[in-house]
T-cell receptor
Framework: TQLLEQSPQFLSIQEGENLTVYCNSS?????LQWYRQEPGEGPVLLVT?????EVKKLKRLTFQFGDARKDSSLHITAAQPGDTGLYLC??????????????FGKGTKLSVKP | DTGVSQNPRHKITKRGQNVTFRCDPI?????LYWYRQTLGQGPEFLTY????????KSRLLSDRFSAERPKGSFSTLEIQRTEQGDSAMYLC?????????????FGSGTRLTVV
Protein backbone atom coordinates (compact mmCIF):
# COMPACT_ATOMS: atom_id res chain seq x y z
CA THR A 1 0.00 0.00 0.00
CA GLN A 2 1.15 3.50 -0.82
CA LEU A 3 1.81 5.73 2.18
CA LEU A 4 1.03 8.88 0.21
CA GLU A 5 -1.72 8.98 -2.43
CA GLN A 6 -1.50 11.78 -4.95
CA SER A 7 -4.32 12.88 -7.23
CA PRO A 8 -4.88 13.40 -9.99
CA GLN A 9 -2.16 11.27 -11.55
CA PHE A 10 -2.19 13.35 -14.75
CA LEU A 11 -3.44 16.87 -15.43
CA SER A 12 -3.39 18.71 -18.74
CA ILE A 13 -4.61 22.31 -18.76
CA GLN A 14 -4.37 25.52 -20.78
CA GLU A 15 -2.19 28.43 -19.79
CA GLY A 16 -3.99 30.77 -17.41
CA GLU A 17 -6.15 28.12 -15.73
CA ASN A 18 -6.08 27.38 -12.02
CA LEU A 19 -5.51 23.90 -10.60
CA THR A 20 -5.23 22.00 -7.35
CA VAL A 21 -3.42 18.73 -6.71
CA TYR A 22 -3.74 16.64 -3.60
CA CYS A 23 -1.63 14.46 -1.35
CA ASN A 24 -3.50 12.22 1.09
CA SER A 25 -2.66 9.65 3.72
CA SER A 26 -4.25 7.83 6.62
CA UNK A 27 -1.13 8.54 8.71
CA UNK A 28 -0.23 11.66 10.66
CA UNK A 29 3.02 13.39 9.82
CA UNK A 30 5.14 15.96 11.62
CA UNK A 31 5.98 17.62 8.31
CA LEU A 32 5.44 17.29 4.58
CA GLN A 33 7.39 18.53 1.59
CA TRP A 34 6.48 19.32 -2.01
CA TYR A 35 8.94 18.89 -4.88
CA ARG A 36 8.82 19.60 -8.60
CA GLN A 37 10.72 17.41 -11.02
CA GLU A 38 11.41 18.18 -14.68
CA PRO A 39 12.19 15.39 -17.18
CA GLY A 40 15.74 14.09 -16.84
CA GLU A 41 16.40 16.01 -13.64
CA GLY A 42 16.17 15.35 -9.91
CA PRO A 43 13.34 16.70 -7.74
CA VAL A 44 13.69 20.27 -6.48
CA LEU A 45 12.27 21.21 -3.09
CA LEU A 46 9.46 23.79 -3.25
CA VAL A 47 8.25 23.99 0.34
CA THR A 48 8.12 22.28 3.73
CA UNK A 49 4.96 22.53 5.86
CA UNK A 50 5.13 21.59 9.53
CA UNK A 51 2.03 22.93 11.32
CA UNK A 52 -1.52 21.62 10.91
CA UNK A 53 -3.56 24.15 8.92
CA GLU A 54 -0.44 25.95 7.73
CA VAL A 55 -0.62 27.82 4.43
CA LYS A 56 2.51 28.83 2.54
CA LYS A 57 2.71 30.83 -0.66
CA LEU A 58 5.44 30.75 -3.26
CA LYS A 59 4.53 33.28 -5.98
CA ARG A 60 1.52 31.67 -7.77
CA LEU A 61 1.77 28.43 -5.75
CA THR A 62 -0.20 28.00 -2.51
CA PHE A 63 0.51 25.02 -0.26
CA GLN A 64 -1.73 23.91 2.59
CA PHE A 65 -1.16 21.30 5.29
CA GLY A 66 -4.34 19.71 6.59
CA ASP A 67 -5.49 20.47 10.13
CA ALA A 68 -4.95 16.83 11.13
CA ARG A 69 -1.55 16.73 9.34
CA LYS A 70 -2.65 13.80 7.19
CA ASP A 71 -3.02 15.58 3.87
CA SER A 72 -1.85 18.53 1.83
CA SER A 73 -2.80 20.43 -1.28
CA LEU A 74 -0.98 22.51 -3.86
CA HIS A 75 -2.92 25.18 -5.73
CA ILE A 76 -1.48 26.94 -8.76
CA THR A 77 -3.05 30.18 -9.94
CA ALA A 78 -2.87 31.22 -13.60
CA ALA A 79 -0.70 28.29 -14.64
CA GLN A 80 2.11 28.90 -17.12
CA PRO A 81 3.95 26.47 -19.42
CA GLY A 82 6.95 26.77 -17.11
CA ASP A 83 4.90 25.07 -14.38
CA THR A 84 4.93 21.84 -16.40
CA GLY A 85 6.50 18.98 -14.49
CA LEU A 86 5.98 16.17 -12.00
CA TYR A 87 4.77 17.41 -8.61
CA LEU A 88 5.73 15.12 -5.76
CA CYS A 89 4.76 15.18 -2.12
CA UNK A 90 7.05 13.54 0.40
CA UNK A 91 7.29 12.93 4.12
CA UNK A 92 10.36 12.61 6.27
CA UNK A 93 10.65 9.37 8.19
CA UNK A 94 12.13 9.60 11.66
CA UNK A 95 15.27 7.71 12.50
CA UNK A 96 16.71 7.72 15.98
CA UNK A 97 15.03 10.99 16.87
CA UNK A 98 16.24 12.93 13.86
CA UNK A 99 15.19 13.13 10.26
CA UNK A 100 15.75 10.09 8.10
CA UNK A 101 14.86 9.29 4.54
CA UNK A 102 12.09 10.75 2.41
CA UNK A 103 9.10 8.72 1.28
CA PHE A 104 7.45 10.02 -1.89
CA GLY A 105 4.04 9.74 -3.45
CA LYS A 106 3.77 8.71 -7.10
CA GLY A 107 3.32 12.31 -8.20
CA THR A 108 0.99 14.38 -10.35
CA LYS A 109 2.22 14.95 -13.88
CA LEU A 110 1.16 18.44 -14.93
CA SER A 111 1.20 19.70 -18.50
CA VAL A 112 0.38 23.35 -19.18
CA LYS A 113 -0.26 24.13 -22.83
CA PRO A 114 0.32 27.61 -24.22
CA ASP B 1 28.82 25.16 -4.15
CA THR B 2 27.98 23.12 -7.23
CA GLY B 3 25.20 21.06 -5.68
CA VAL B 4 24.92 17.28 -5.81
CA SER B 5 26.82 15.76 -8.72
CA GLN B 6 26.11 12.32 -10.21
CA ASN B 7 28.14 10.43 -12.77
CA PRO B 8 27.60 9.13 -15.32
CA ARG B 9 24.37 10.80 -16.46
CA HIS B 10 23.51 7.86 -18.68
CA LYS B 11 24.62 4.24 -18.70
CA ILE B 12 23.66 1.50 -21.12
CA THR B 13 24.77 -1.98 -20.17
CA LYS B 14 24.14 -5.55 -21.20
CA ARG B 15 22.20 -7.83 -18.89
CA GLY B 16 24.52 -9.61 -16.51
CA GLN B 17 27.17 -6.88 -16.42
CA ASN B 18 28.12 -4.93 -13.29
CA VAL B 19 27.71 -1.17 -13.12
CA THR B 20 28.85 1.47 -10.64
CA PHE B 21 27.48 4.97 -10.16
CA ARG B 22 29.07 7.82 -8.24
CA CYS B 23 27.50 10.62 -6.20
CA ASP B 24 29.31 13.68 -4.86
CA PRO B 25 27.12 15.41 -2.26
CA ILE B 26 27.18 19.02 -1.09
CA UNK B 27 30.41 19.16 0.88
CA UNK B 28 28.99 20.18 4.27
CA UNK B 29 26.10 17.67 4.13
CA UNK B 30 26.56 14.68 6.39
CA UNK B 31 23.60 12.65 5.11
CA LEU B 32 23.57 10.99 1.67
CA TYR B 33 20.60 9.10 0.18
CA TRP B 34 20.07 6.84 -2.82
CA TYR B 35 16.73 6.51 -4.60
CA ARG B 36 15.47 4.66 -7.65
CA GLN B 37 12.79 6.07 -9.92
CA THR B 38 11.00 4.20 -12.69
CA LEU B 39 8.84 5.82 -15.33
CA GLY B 40 5.62 7.25 -13.97
CA GLN B 41 6.57 6.66 -10.34
CA GLY B 42 7.90 8.76 -7.52
CA PRO B 43 11.43 8.08 -6.25
CA GLU B 44 11.74 4.95 -4.09
CA PHE B 45 14.15 4.94 -1.17
CA LEU B 46 17.10 2.52 -1.39
CA THR B 47 19.57 3.41 1.36
CA TYR B 48 21.21 6.26 3.23
CA UNK B 49 24.41 7.16 5.03
CA UNK B 50 25.28 9.43 7.89
CA UNK B 51 28.91 10.28 7.29
CA UNK B 52 30.45 6.88 6.42
CA UNK B 53 27.90 4.75 8.28
CA UNK B 54 25.11 3.11 6.30
CA UNK B 55 22.10 3.63 8.58
CA UNK B 56 19.19 2.14 6.71
CA LYS B 57 18.51 -0.10 3.73
CA SER B 58 15.24 -0.65 1.93
CA ARG B 59 13.98 -4.14 1.11
CA LEU B 60 14.32 -2.98 -2.51
CA LEU B 61 18.09 -3.16 -2.06
CA SER B 62 18.65 -6.79 -3.04
CA ASP B 63 21.94 -8.59 -2.47
CA ARG B 64 23.01 -7.55 -6.00
CA PHE B 65 23.12 -3.93 -4.83
CA SER B 66 25.83 -2.47 -2.64
CA ALA B 67 26.50 1.09 -1.61
CA GLU B 68 29.52 2.62 0.06
CA ARG B 69 30.55 6.01 1.33
CA PRO B 70 34.23 5.78 2.24
CA LYS B 71 35.48 8.64 4.40
CA GLY B 72 31.99 10.13 4.50
CA SER B 73 32.43 12.05 1.28
CA PHE B 74 31.36 10.70 -2.12
CA SER B 75 29.30 7.53 -2.44
CA THR B 76 29.13 4.70 -4.95
CA LEU B 77 26.22 2.43 -5.79
CA GLU B 78 27.11 -0.84 -7.50
CA ILE B 79 24.69 -3.21 -9.16
CA GLN B 80 26.02 -6.68 -9.91
CA ARG B 81 24.62 -9.02 -12.57
CA THR B 82 22.24 -6.39 -13.89
CA GLU B 83 18.73 -7.38 -14.94
CA GLN B 84 16.31 -5.59 -17.25
CA GLY B 85 14.19 -4.72 -14.22
CA ASP B 86 17.08 -2.61 -12.92
CA SER B 87 16.51 -0.09 -15.72
CA ALA B 88 15.60 3.14 -13.95
CA MET B 89 16.82 6.56 -12.92
CA TYR B 90 19.09 6.36 -9.87
CA LEU B 91 18.97 9.53 -7.81
CA CYS B 92 21.28 10.70 -5.07
CA UNK B 93 20.41 13.35 -2.49
CA UNK B 94 22.18 14.94 0.44
CA UNK B 95 21.11 16.86 3.52
CA UNK B 96 22.29 18.14 6.87
CA UNK B 97 21.15 16.28 9.97
CA UNK B 98 18.36 18.27 11.50
CA UNK B 99 14.67 19.00 11.53
CA UNK B 100 12.28 19.15 8.60
CA UNK B 101 13.42 22.58 7.49
CA UNK B 102 16.78 21.14 6.48
CA UNK B 103 16.16 20.53 2.78
CA UNK B 104 17.19 17.57 0.72
CA UNK B 105 19.14 18.44 -2.44
CA PHE B 106 18.95 15.99 -5.30
CA GLY B 107 21.38 15.38 -8.12
CA SER B 108 20.28 15.05 -11.75
CA GLY B 109 20.44 11.28 -11.57
CA THR B 110 22.01 8.45 -13.55
CA ARG B 111 19.72 6.89 -16.15
CA LEU B 112 20.47 3.15 -16.39
CA THR B 113 19.27 1.10 -19.35
CA VAL B 114 19.85 -2.65 -19.25
CA VAL B 115 19.56 -4.30 -22.68
Amino acid sequence: TQLLEQSPQFLSIQEGENLTVYCNSSSVFSSLQWYRQEPGEGPVLLVTVVTGGEVKKLKRLTFQFGDARKDSSLHITAAQPGDTGLYLCAVIMNYGGSQGNLIFGKGTKLSVKP
Amino acid sequence: DTGVSQNPRHKITKRGQNVTFRCDPISEHNRLYWYRQTLGQGPEFLTYFQNEAQLEKSRLLSDRFSAERPKGSFSTLEIQRTEQGDSAMYLCASSLIGGPNYGYTFGSGTRLTVV
